[in-house]
């Protein structure tokens, strides 16, 4: 009989284990999965291809910042002082009217990589509802001719992006990226995450030694 009431025990503990184990690692995708389309909405990025022969290209990172967008561009390409504008659209059917003008991205000749940062008044989540695209012009006097363009989507840019479209290393680490981009939030969360599991294993060994006894003198 005892030997009985162990092996029901011992099977017990196993299931009870399992089940714990389950429940941890659903826990933690459940919560990346989260903090994943958190990142989507807050998060949007453009990979800007060059058009005419100019051979501009680059990329560009967008942030929400409440009812603003923070539009963070580097780009290599041609010498000059190129008027860049969010469009409506896409870079196949675009509408050739700016809707929100950014900081003109300025190539020198020392390194022929220039940068743009700009504080858009518009929420990113109206950028991402509809078509949107980033489009750089030759000159204010050739507005008509467009050097690059990238349509705007939701995401974080990776390496291999930033790297194939400036032809040099990433972007530094700005905070714009994904759940494992080593922001606040996720240097916090995966101690925690590590922190429960250990402590859902120590309850289950703890159990299991209480138990054992119980079973043995049954």
Same mark, same amino acid.
């Given at each position: 009989?005892?030997?009985?009431?162990?092996?029901?025990?011992?099977?017990?503990?196993?299931?009870?284990?399992?089940?714990?184990?389950?429940?941890?690692?659903?826990?933690?995708?459940?919560?990346?999965?989260?903090?994943?389309?958190?990142?989507?909405?807050?998060?949007?990025?453009? =990979? +800007?291809?060059?058009?005419?022969?100019? /051979? $501009? !290209?680059?990329?560009?990172?967008? %942030?929400?910042?409440? *009812?603003?967008?923070?539009?963070?561009?580097?780009?290599?390409?041609?010498?000059?002082?190129?008027?860049?504008?969010?469009?409506?659209?896409?870079?196949?059917?675009?509408?050739?009217?700016?809707?929100?003008?950014?900081?003109?991205? =300025? +190539?020198?000749?020392?390194?022929?990589? /220039? $940068? !743009?940062?700009?504080?858009?008044? %518009?929420?990113?989540? *109206?950028?991402?509802?509809?078509?949107?695209?980033?489009?750089?012009?030759?000159?204010?006097?050739?507005?008509?001719?467009?050097?690059?363009?990238?349509?705007?989507?939701?995401?974080?840019?990776?390496?291999?992006?930033?790297?194939?479209?400036?032809?040099?290393?990433?972007?530094?680490?700005?905070?714009?990226?994904?759940?494992?981009?080593?922001?606040?939030?996720?240097?916090?969360?995966?101690?925690?995450?590590?922190?429960?599991?250990?402590?859902?294993?120590?309850?289950?060994?703890?159990?299991?030694?209480?138990?054992?006894?119980?079973?043995?003198?049954?």
């Amino acid at each position: 009989m005892a030997a009985l009431r162990s092996a029901v025990y011992d099977h017990a503990f196993r299931l009870f284990g399992a089940l714990g184990i389950c429940l941890a690692l659903t826990l933690g995708l459940s919560v990346q999965s989260s903090l994943a389309q958190q990142s989507s909405t807050k998060h949007a990025k453009v =990979v +800007l291809t060059e058009l005419n022969h100019s /051979g $501009v !290209s680059g990329v560009a990172s967008l %942030v929400a910042k409440g *009812d603003q967008t923070q539009v963070g561009m580097s780009v290599v390409g041609v010498l000059g002082n190129n008027p860049t504008h969010i469009h409506q659209g896409t870079c196949s059917d675009l509408d050739p009217n700016p809707q929100y003008p950014l900081t003109n991205i =300025v +190539l020198p000749s020392s390194t022929l990589t /220039g $940068v !743009s940062d700009t504080l858009v008044d %518009v929420p990113l989540t *109206d950028l991402l509802a509809t078509p949107h695209l980033i489009l750089i012009h030759k000159s204010q006097k050739d507005i008509g001719t467009y050097l690059a363009c990238g349509n705007i989507v939701a995401g974080a840019l990776t390496a291999e992006e930033q790297a194939s479209a400036t032809g040099g290393p990433p972007m530094p680490n700005t905070g714009i990226g994904s759940w494992t981009d080593g922001s606040p939030s996720t240097r916090a969360l995966l101690p925690t995450l590590i922190a429960a599991e250990l402590i859902l294993l120590s309850v289950l060994v703890v159990v299991r030694r209480v138990w054992a006894p119980v079973a043995g003198n049954g």
